[in-house]
């Protein structure tokens, strides 16, 4: 599980890569789910969590730009 902590470690492109990867990797889990091939659960609310974690620290960032500006 990504720590909140990690995640804001990392700069705004790679918060953007992982997003996209986590994106692909929840539409596969939602297949694997639809096809009854799923074998954790699980995994789909952690990966929906980390999304939100990372669009929430996107938008901070974003605000916190605007602020200052």
Same mark, same amino acid.
């Given at each position: 599980m990504t720590? @909140? $902590?990690?995640l804001r470690q990392k700069s705004d492109d790679q &918060?953007? $890569?992982e997003l996209v @990867? &986590?994106? +692909? $990797?929840a539409f596969n889990l939602r297949? *694997?789910?639809? @096809?009854? *091939?799923l074998e954790g659960p699980a995994r789909i609310r952690e990966v +929906? +969590? @980390?999304?939100?974690k990372i669009k929430t620290l996107q938008s $901070?960032?974003?605000r916190s730009e605007a602020a200052k500006a």
């Open positions: 720590k @909140t $902590e990690d &918060l953007s $890569e @990867t &986590l994106k +692909r $990797e297949f *694997q789910a639809a @096809t009854n *091939q +929906r +969590r @980390t999304i939100a $901070e960032r974003s």
